[in-house]
């Protein structure tokens, strides 16, 4: 089976070093670019069409990584674009996923939690790091949110890119229930995807 193609992009040579070898002990991932700016990703991205782009945020030496993946989803480029960074407040995550991020995974990660981010990523499965979406489950458990208690559950594993069989798994329910709920909370953020449900909620979060 070929690996998953990855495209590094951190303007700091260690930390594209290190998270590297990190991923070369995976038989099924396999660097294949890197970049220190945003300019240099878009061009990796044209000459290298990984399966998923590892990006950071800030990035002092030209286009921020908020801007290149603009860029990227602009150009139609179909790379899954996992955030790497050490930023976790509620304005980054909600920059990065309405800009097209796929997922958004802190540095200080565990290495399995890194692996399997890259691998969901590389799926479609919308993927967070543990403690970004463990902060948004508490925030979507306010009493006053429009969202049930169920649907606020629902979306705290959703946002771990977890599959409608899956989510039906851990709540014991089928997968047409998993669909109806889905559904309602689509309609009650005004969205039609799970990334942009994700951006939504925390959006209003940091509204109040």
């Not at 014991?172 to 969205?191: C, D, N, P, Q, R």
């Amino acid at each position: 089976m070929k690996p998953i193609s990855v495209l590094l992009v951190d303007d700091h040579l260690v930390v594209r070093s290190g998270l590297k070898a990190l991923l070369g002990t995976q038989p099924d991932i396999a660097v294949v670019a890197e970049a220190a700016s945003g300019e240099e990703a878009l061009a990796a991205a044209q000459q290298h069409p990984a399966d998923v782009v590892m990006m950071d945020l800030a990035m002092g030496n030209g286009m921020d990584g908020i801007e290149a993946i603009k860029r990227l989803r602009q150009a139609n480029n179909r790379q899954a674009v996992l955030v790497f960074t050490t930023y976790d407040s509620d304005a980054d995550i909600v920059r990065a996923v309405d800009a097209g991020a796929m997922g958004y995974v802190l540095k200080d990660a565990a290495p399995d939690e890194i692996f399997a981010a890259v691998r969901g990523a590389a799926q479609g499965k919308s993927v967070m790091s543990a403690p970004v979406a463990s902060k948004l489950f508490q925030q979507l458990r306010n009493p006053d949110e429009v969202l049930t208690p169920r649907e606020a559950e629902l979306l705290s594993l959703l946002i771990q890119g977890l599959s409608n069989r899956e989510l039906g798994k851990r709540l014991f329910i089928s997968e047409a229930t998993v669909k109806t709920h889905l559904a309602h909370i689509y309609a009650k953020l005004g969205v039609e995807t799970r990334a942009a449900a994700i951006a939504v909620a925390i959006r209003r979060e940091g509204m109040r």
